[in-house]
């Protein structure tokens, strides 16, 4: 059972423009709601967090929407630049600090 | 701040021969984790521990991958006997907190292959 469902699978987005990211949860028990970032042969660095009482985080560039009734939450690139190009994961966690993730959303950036 | 810390970062095995990867997280940070990522897919936890205790193995096939981390501080973790199906990254990732907000951070990974 996937408890993280995460779309789209591939993104490709010209500079400059808004990139969207997102993600489904199944279990209401999830209290933290962190992207990760991945280039290739790199560990998942985290990117931006959100906590489920509050409806949006911006930072910089990135922002993070969360809607608990839809149990949704997506993450906005703005002005989406080359470098920015990479996988990233959306992920839930709660309990003890065990995190699921989502599969991955790979993400080019056209020049 | 040194991060996490892993070795080594490639290993190619056959079939039914074992393998160790090696971990040495945050300074400080007591919990970490163990992951697998197969490629084209998120990283899914096999393991958690909280100094040198653990906290969640429930997704470790115990009959051929073990991990210790006994001291509180690195970690090992094994593959005995290995299968095709575990070629994939084995991450590693350690945590200052055991509530929220679960910063993790992460190691390059190791990228297994068996043939």
């Known amino acids: 059972q996937q408890q993280v469902k995460q779309s789209p699978q591939s993104l490709i987005v010209q500079k400059g423009g808004i990139s969207i990211i997102n993600c489904a949860y199944e279990n209401t028990a999830f209290d933290y709601f962190p992207w990760y970032q991945q280039f290739p042969g790199k560990g998942p660095a985290l990117l931006i967090a959100i906590r489920p009482d509050v409806s949006e985080k911006k930072e910089g560039r990135f922002t993070i929407s969360f809607n608990k009734s839809a149990k949704q939450f997506s993450l906005h690139i703005m002005d989406s630049q080359p470098g920015d190009s990479a996988t990233y994961f959306c992920?839930?966690?709660?309990?003890?600090?065990?995190?699921?993730f989502g599969d991955g959303t790979t993400l080019t950036v056209k020049p | 701040e040194a991060g996490v810390a892993q070795s080594p970062r490639y290993k190619i095995i056959e079939k039914r021969q074992s393998v160790a990867f090696w971990c040495n997280p945050i300074s400080g940070h007591a919990t970490l984790y163990w992951y697998q990522q197969i490629l084209g897919q998120g990283p899914k936890l096999l393991i958690q521990f909280q100094n040198n205790g653990v906290v969640d193995d429930s997704q470790l096939p115990k009959d051929r991958f073990s991990a210790e981390r006994l001291k509180g501080v690195d970690s090992t973790l094994k593959i005995q006997p290995a299968k095709l199906e575990d070629s994939a990254v084995y991450l590693c990732a350690s945590s200052q907190w055991t509530g929220p907000p679960y910063e993790q951070y992460f190691g390059p990974g190791t990228r297994l292959t068996v043939t």
């Open positions: 992920a839930a966690g709660s309990g003890a600090g065990k995190s699921t």
